[in-house]
């Protein structure tokens, strides 16, 4: 998971998409990063957070592919938030499935470059593998109505989401997040060939319907190794967490 410019794994979002995949048996593997490390264009370090949780992966299954490579029944999904979707043209080129949330599609102020918005935009119109693109209308960084030729890419346009997406008040906000959940869980079971190991489908989350707080798992957080990555096997349960979520991503 690759999170925002300045959102990071821990903020609602994210947070929501990690528990999802956790309920459902997925390893999520985050990457973490300093505002200020970031460099002015940083598409190459976001490629390069990418590489490093696509290693610890396959570290983490004991065993390597081709060349060095994963696995090749395991199944990885990259989750990239924002800043994070710049990785989509690296994914892209290793065939990897994909879910892009909120990608920054227009170059709006100082970040990304108009460069990098254009490869991103070229990158998910012909994406070659599975994935879903989840964006809010109200996100300016978000072409409203963008449609991907590719047949693998499925669209999620939220109404009234921003780039956080947030909406209107927490119910909605709470909503979309739930909705992105849902869509992230649904591409993972589906690249898992039905179903993540030790769950299936999207973990029993139903977006439009209220979620109740379930059994807590307390199992820590384990740190793999080096200060870039975090490793989480098991989230608190849906609705445990919900805080407003900062500007920016």
Known sequence: MLPGRAYPCSRPLLDTVTTALTTAGWTVLQAEWELDGLPAEPRVFVESAAEVLLRAAADGAGAAGPGGGLPLDLPVVLVGKSLGTLAAPWAADRGLPGAWLTPVLRAVGDHPVEEESRALVACLEAYPAASVVVAGDADPWWRVGFAPASPHVEVVELASA??????????????HHLQAAVAVAALAARVAGGGPPGGGGSGGLVADEPVQPEAVHDLPVARAPGPLLQRVDHAPALGERVEPAVQGG
């Not at 921003?162 to 909503?175: I, M, Q």
């Open 162 to 175: 921003d780039h956080g997406l947030e909406g209107g008040d927490p119910a909605a906000t709470r909503r």
